[in-house]
């Protein structure tokens, strides 16, 4: 008599033994059993990092994007010959409020000077640019450090070109002429409420908001990046043992020998 393997079962009437359907077997061993995890769970880690992903590149693009633009735009302007700057006071309103931007182009000559043009200068004495409007032009005799006129060699006296300024919101003039030599531009355009940004993004605060965010989502990218390969490495190894488990287990319909039950079916 030959014992049966786990391949072949015994026909009922002792007669020729019947193969077993491949798919309701399993050889011991057998290694091209590969243990298959259902789709949805082999999908359920990488779609969590790719919207973790997404999650941090739409955060670092919004807060780098404003970080070039906020550099960017008064760049472009030094670019053309122009420089951007930032209105802090309300002298010139309702022509230029508080908060504007406003491009001056550089002046190269006094003779670009006219009356009713608003200008960008540093007054007599001081190191804050001032914009105002050009209410006079003025040319002013130059003296030595005794007080004497400074001639020319043809004996003329020289003398020096000056501008004469006030806020258009200002009840009397500036009190002091200013040299054509301070004035480092004409305004050309103003942008409303352009300023604010501007002035913000440049200040401690600001770039301490801007330059943030951005790191923080790098450093909890890292981490979490870290944290989930040992969280899945810890899945995959609980999937294997409830795979092996399962394999364990008897299907439904079969029915276990009792210990002291009849031995395994033989043929002849």
Known sequence: MAMLTSDAVAAPDG??????APDETRRAGDDTSELRTPRWSRLAVPKAQVWRH??????????????LTSYAVPLWFQLRGERLLVVTSGSMSPEIEVGDAVVIQQVTSASQLRVGQIVTFYPTR???????????????????????????????????????????????????????????????EVYPRWGFGLAWAHSGF???????????????SELLSHTGASTGAVLARLR????????????DGDSLPDEGGLDAPVVT
């Open 240 to 251: 294997l043992r409830g795979r092996r488990s399962d394999e364990d287990t008897v299907p």
């Open 54 to 67: 997404m999650a941090f590149f739409t955060v670092l693009a919004v807060f780098v994007g404003a970080i």
């Open 126 to 188: 001081s190191t804050v640019l001032i914009t105002h409007r050009i209410v006079g032009l003025a040319h002013v005799d130059r003296v030595d450090d005794a007080g004497n006129p400074v001639l020319a060699p043809n004996g003329k006296p020289l003398n020096d070109p000056f501008i004469k300024t006030k806020g258009d919101a200002n009840k009397a003039d500036d009190p002091n002429l200013t040299p054509a030599t301070q004035v480092r531009g004409i305004v050309r």
């Open 15 to 20: 007669g020729t033994p019947e193969l077993a």
């Open 206 to 220: 600001g770039r301490l908001v801007l330059f943030g965010p951005p790191l923080v989502a790098l450093a909890l």
